[in-house]
């Protein structure tokens, strides 16, 4: 995959340092968030997920937090490693409950670990 | 599982011409998304399929695009004429039927139309 957009925003962290890259989506009735992270010249691969019903969801080294009354979601992830260089995406699953699993993604956030 | 394959990784090719991109999804997920990524745009959906029929093409930008998913192991998007600015990552996507689930994305054909 390339480089989404010219003017994505970038997040650069110390190698070993915590990481927190947010997001604001769009539709309140979504009911189920997912976190990808794309590499230069690969597809997004899977992170981390949360439903609706929930407020946090721990992984290993990275948690998702939501909060639905501001339509925010953030990702955190634990003492940073030059391998989690890469961009990051938010998806939501709108419209909810549809025939499929659409997802609708954010711009995207570029994670640099500086090391 | 060697995860959703797709062909040609990388494309280039004249305005006008026809281009064919192939996806093969993993075995037994019955979604299959195409999706399109640009600098200007991020990634946007074209098309899904659900059980091979054809479920939501809204994000198909006209008519030079079309997509078909014959078998469930076998999709193509093909572009008839292509244009420079169909210039972008194509990602063929599945996910399976249950719920919400994560898509998992193939590697993606960097088209180039010059």
């Known amino acids: 995959g390339e480089s989404v957009g010219l003017h994505l925003p970038t997040l650069s962290v110390q190698e070993g340092d915590n990481s927190i890259i947010n997001c604001a989506y769009s539709?309140?009735?979504?009911?189920?968030f997912i976190w990808y992270k794309q590499e230069s010249g690969k597809g997004p691969q899977f992170i981390i997920d949360i439903r609706s019903n929930m407020d946090k969801r721990q992984g290993q080294r990275v948690t998702v937090l939501l909060n639905k009354t501001v339509k925010h979601l953030s990702l955190q992830i634990a003492a940073t490693q030059p391998g989690d260089s890469a961009v990051y995406f938010c998806a939501e699953n709108y419209p909810p409950n549809n025939a499929g699993n659409m997802l609708t993604f954010g711009g995207g956030t570029r994670l640099m670990v500086k090391p | 599982d060697a995860g959703v394959i797709q062909s040609p990784r990388h494309e280039v090719t004249e305005m006008g011409q026809e281009v064919t991109l192939r996806c093969k999804p993993i075995?037994?997920?019955?979604?299959l998304f195409w999706y399109r990524q640009t600098m200007m745009r991020g990634l946007e959906l074209l098309i899904y399929f659900n059980n091979n029929v054809p479920i939501d093409d809204s994000g198909m930008p006209e008519d030079r695009f079309s997509a078909k998913m014959p078998n469930a192991s076998f999709s193509t998007l093909k572009i008839q004429p292509s244009e420079p600015r169909d210039s972008a990552v194509y990602f063929c996507?599945?996910?399976?039927?249950?719920?919400?689930?994560?898509?998992?994305f193939g590697q993606g054909t960097r088209l180039t139309v010059v």
């Open positions: 996507a599945s996910s399976l039927k249950q719920g919400n689930t994560e898509a998992f």
């Open positions: 075995s037994g997920h019955d979604y």
């Open positions: 539709n309140s009735a979504s009911d189920y």
